[in-house]
């Protein structure tokens, strides 16, 4: 069916759910190949209810709409439907709903680079597992849960898989090795219940890896980029290739193996990533010492026992908080060391930020609703992300920053942009809830892959040369949206306008 008849059948189906009187309706509707989420149909004068079982109707027909207008990503939709038999409706597969506001993407694979991408290897490339140790460890192991299930000796390792012949491959040795006693636990969940996989699963990982999609919808809302525990032992990216996985729970999580460790890491060491990490979690060093924490816990009795299933309380390690939130406080900043990731200081009259002065892995600062702070300091510091809300703003403290790559600024005072000329690794810039001084200074930005204004500043802003995506925010409206949008392509979004 043609995009055009589709959309006159949504129209009819949402003028034939309308209540007694009905005069206009409005819906909203972001849909995938197989999804749809929307807002409405919303009826005027009275928004009252639609018959049962509409929903699975104008579902379908909405993911109908993705294939009509033959679109590779999600497709916005907005539909205004009157009483009187007419309809208008825009689609567009560059705009995005932000919360609040809207994207426009012109490169939906422009994304910015991951930390990870500029880090380097580690400092010590040899494998900290070791593969005899890794085997006799297994051996201990399930006897241990062998005498807990009260099995016989050998019964539950007789049952695990026949080994491999694994000599030839990328794997740690110590993993390996454990692939030459048996080629994965048949479903016994031996790695902290999750299911080892056999050789060939692991040495050829789904090529589908959902759990590290990036889009730029998320990319400019996600939560700071931090690291892992210990810092710097784990690349820092939402997902990597080397990360190899090679036991997985049945929710959507895996245990993997990282053959491109960060400088502080060890080649063959274990993380945790899927469905519940939006980053990794460091595990173990390395398979061998995964396989030794659950033995330890099992040999003092820690440990739990359900339903044939012996869960091991093996990791006892505490550590120091990465997070740093101070509140209404004013100098100095107290509670500061050297594994502080994210700084998050409000409601502050003066911030003397000199004590986060040579942080090594501050990542994250978010100033919010302060009246003013000397920025200087955080030239000696990694930071990538930073809010700045302070009532007057001088970014010349800032020039030069080697890694500063997403800023965003609130202050109700016009602040010099500049700056931002000197800044190498500046890709996303949120300028919405402030006011400067020059807004042309933008266009010089050719690193930028994002922009977000406001409508206004918009209206005195050149796009810089190089934006993948741009925002615009505020509290604007779908047609204000659309009107802005065509100003960087007329053809897009679509139109459309007819009778139902």
Not at 360 to 377: F, I, R
Request: glycine share 8%; aromatic share 8%; net charge negative.
């Amino acid at each position: 069916m043609k995009a055009d008849d589709l959309l006159g059948a949504i129209a009819r189906t949402v003028a034939e759910d309308g209540p007694e009187g009905w005069q206009q309706a409005t819906l909203t509707a972001t849909v995938g190949e197989t999804w749809s989420y929307r807002s409405g149909p919303r009826y005027q004068p009275d928004d009252g209810p639609y018959r049962e079982g509409d929903d699975e109707r104008l579902h379908k027909q909405l993911t109908q709409l993705h294939e009509a207008v033959d679109a590779v990503d999600s497709v916005l939709l907005d539909l205004v439907v009157h009483a009187s038999g007419e309809y208008e409706a825009v689609t567009s597969e560059s705009l995005k709903e932000l919360n609040p506001g809207y994207l426009y993407v012109f490169d939906a694979y422009d994304l910015p680079f991951e930390p990870a991408e500029l880090q380097s290897g580690p400092a010590n490339a040899v494998p900290a597992g070791d593969p005899a140790e890794a085997v006799e460890l297994l051996h201990r192991y399930v006897a241990h849960v062998e005498r807990i299930l009260d099995r016989k000796p050998g019964e539950l390792f007789g049952k695990l898989p026949p080994p491999v012949q694994a000599d030839e491959s990328d794997l740690p040795p110590d993993l390996l090795a454990l692939c030459s006693v048996n080629d994965g636990d048949g479903g016994a969940g031996i790695f902290d219940n999750h299911v080892w996989f056999g050789l060939e699963s692991v040495a050829a990982p789904p090529l589908e890896r959902w759990w590290g999609e990036r889009d730029w919808a998320t990319e400019v809302s996600s939560p700071p980029q931090l690291d892992c525990v210990p810092a710097l032992a784990v690349r820092r990216a939402v997902d990597w290739p080397a990360w190899i996985p090679f036991a997985g729970d049945t929710f959507g999580n895996f245990l993997a193996v990282d053959l491109d460790p960060g400088p502080q890491g060890s080649p063959g060491q274990v993380v945790r990533i899927g469905k519940d990490h939006p980053g990794p979690v460091y595990v173990a060093d390395s398979v061998t010492t995964l396989l030794r924490l659950h033995v330890e816990a099992l040999d003092r009795g820690d440990y739990t026992e359900s339903n044939g299933v012996v869960t091991t309380n093996w990791n006892t390690v505490e550590n120091d908080p990465v997070l740093l939130e101070v509140n209404g406080h004013a100098v100095p900043l107290r509670g500061v060391h050297d594994g502080i990731q994210d700084l998050r200081v409000k409601n502050a009259f003066q911030v003397d930020l000199e004590p986060v002065r040579g942080l090594p892995v501050l990542w994250h600062v978010a100033l919010t609703n302060c009246a003013s702070a000397d920025l200087a300091p955080l030239q000696d510091t990694p930071v990538e992300e930073l809010f700045i809300g302070l009532d007057q703003i001088d970014l010349s403290a800032l020039s030069g920053h080697p890694t500063l790559r997403r800023l965003k600024i609130q202050t109700r005072l016009p602040v010099d942009l500049t700056p931002l000329r000197t800044l190498p690794a500046l890709q996303s810039l949120d300028l919405s809830k402030a006011v400067a001084q020059d807004y042309q200074v933008l266009e010089e930005l050719a690193h930028l892959k994002y922009l977000g204004l406001r409508a206004d500043q918009w209206q005195q802003a050149t796009a810089p040369p190089n934006l993948a995506a741009a925002g615009l925010l505020g509290d604007p409206t779908f047609a204000d949206a659309t009107t802005w949008a065509a100003r960087f392509s007329p053809d897009d979004p679509s139109r459309h306008h007819g009778t139902y």
